[in-house]
């Protein structure tokens, strides 16, 4: 089994400086020397490198979509390759908007994939109902099959289409969704666990209800999204979406250990990790080692042993 750490040092899709430094905190706080140490051949693809793109205006209020799109169809090559090579990738952000690229460029190894999205926030605003304009808020809304009769056309993004049926996506960890996002959770009937789902349910029988919607008709790979804000800010502070009440460590490692030990993980992003963000420099490394960890225990590392 070998995998593959691939950086995506971007920022386009918010507006707060740092989260472009994601990847870099994420590997100082000895992600490399982590994977190494569980039976692995681990490869260092290093950072993408993107470019950005002049006159970039705002499109229905979108901030940025040349930037971003360029940004995200140059990652959905290199995840489709590594996937294609065989590799489990580990996708570091960079803001939620790259899911875009990554979640659709595993899609063209892996049609039949199915998606976990572990987040304080639902990201499936359309252009139309976001109240940011900021594309990390978005990303669902543009892999959707059933949002596309509500989806323009944003420059930028010419090269990608809906590839994800709504049965195939669980969110875990919600808990600031927006008015227009919650009607197409309902509309679409998504399945997703809120916080307060996780405080009357626990997080064990979260796990099983999530894996059985995805997996007991046909087993098929995982694509996890995890957006360190998930956690409870004070586990991750350094962020650009904070919100209270998170998930605890355990419940975010319980989350990881359950979707191994389905063996079905191929591509995994660690996003929003911003070192810029912290209001010290412990902060900022207790984000970065969250994010190690929770990294690891997707990838094998347990609690047990
Ligand atoms: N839903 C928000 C936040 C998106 C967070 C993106 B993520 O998950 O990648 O970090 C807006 C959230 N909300 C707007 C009104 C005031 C409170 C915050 C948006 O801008 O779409
Ligand atoms: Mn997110
Ligand atoms: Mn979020
Ligand atoms: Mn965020």
Known sequence: QSVAVLGAPFSRGQKRGGVEHGPKAIRDAGLLERLSGLDYAVHDFGDLSFHHVEKDEPYM???????VGAANKTLSGAVSRA???????????????LAIGSVAGHAQQCPDLCLIWVDAHADINTPMSSP?????GQPVAFMLKELQDKMPDIPGFSWTKPFLSSRDLVYIGLRDVDPGEYQILKDLNIQYFTMRDIDRL????VMEVSLDHLLSR??????LSF????????????????VNGGLTYREGIYITEEIHNTGLLSVMDLV????????????????ASLAVDVIASSLGQTREA
């Open 132 to 136: 940011s304009g900021n594309l990390h």
């Open 202 to 205: 626990g997080i064990q029988r």
């Open 272 to 287: 929003e990790v911003n070192p810029m963000l912290g209001a010290t420099r412990q902060a900022v490394e207790a984000t």
């Open 83 to 97: 996937v294609g090579a065989g590799h489990t990738l580990v996708m570091l952000g960079g803001d939620h908007s």
């Open 227 to 242: 957006d360190v804000d998930a956690f409870d800010p004070s586990l991750a502070p350094a962020t650009g979406t904070p």
């Open 61 to 67: 209020d979108v901030k940025f979509p040349r930037t």
């Open 218 to 223: 046909k087993q098929r790979p995982i694509h």
